[in-house]
């Protein structure tokens, strides 16, 4: 078994696990194979752990799909997709001690306070 995707006009709606050959045979409940691309679940920022990412990220429901890889939703406006892994990179790195939140406000990060 494999998983994939359904992608209707560049946006993931369904992620199924199901036989690439019921895909493919006549009157399958799955609809047209071509709207269907496989993902795995091993796959993130375009690394395997055996070496071998599919399609960059394993996709998700509302993932984008361009051709080559699948992406997540962009989390703010201000932050770019990395071409090499398809996931969303802030503006600011963010910091590597303590909790924070993203402000798009600020267009920085912000430290959550500790109870």
Same mark, same amino acid.
């Given at each position: 078994m494999a998983h994939f995707? #359904? %992608?209707?006009?560049?946006? %993931?709606?369904?992620v199924n696990v199901v036989e690439w050959e019921t895909l493919n045979q006549e009157g399958h409940p799955w609809g047209d194979p071509s709207l269907w691309i496989q993902t795995s679940y091993n796959t993130h @920022?375009?690394? /395997?752990?055996?070496?071998?990412?599919? /399609? #960059?990220?394993?996709?998700?429901?509302?993932?984008?799909? *361009? @051709?080559?890889? $699948?992406? &997540? &939703?962009?989390? $703010? &406006?201000? !932050?770019? #997709?990395? &071409? *090499?892994?398809?996931? !969303?990179e802030p503006p600011v790195p963010m910091p590597t001690t303590g909790m924070h939140t993203w402000s798009e406000e600020t267009l920085s990060w912000v430290a959550v306070p500790t109870v």
């Amino acid at each position: 078994m494999a998983h994939f995707a #359904k %992608v209707i006009n560049g946006i %993931v709606t369904e992620v199924n696990v199901v036989e690439w050959e019921t895909l493919n045979q006549e009157g399958h409940p799955w609809g047209d194979p071509s709207l269907w691309i496989q993902t795995s679940y091993n796959t993130h @920022g375009g690394q /395997h752990p055996e070496g071998r990412p599919l /399609h #960059k990220n394993y996709a998700g429901i509302s993932y984008t799909w *361009d @051709g080559i890889g $699948f992406a &997540p &939703p962009q989390p $703010f &406006p201000s !932050w770019t #997709k990395n &071409p *090499d892994t398809y996931l !969303w990179e802030p503006p600011v790195p963010m910091p590597t001690t303590g909790m924070h939140t993203w402000s798009e406000e600020t267009l920085s990060w912000v430290a959550v306070p500790t109870v």
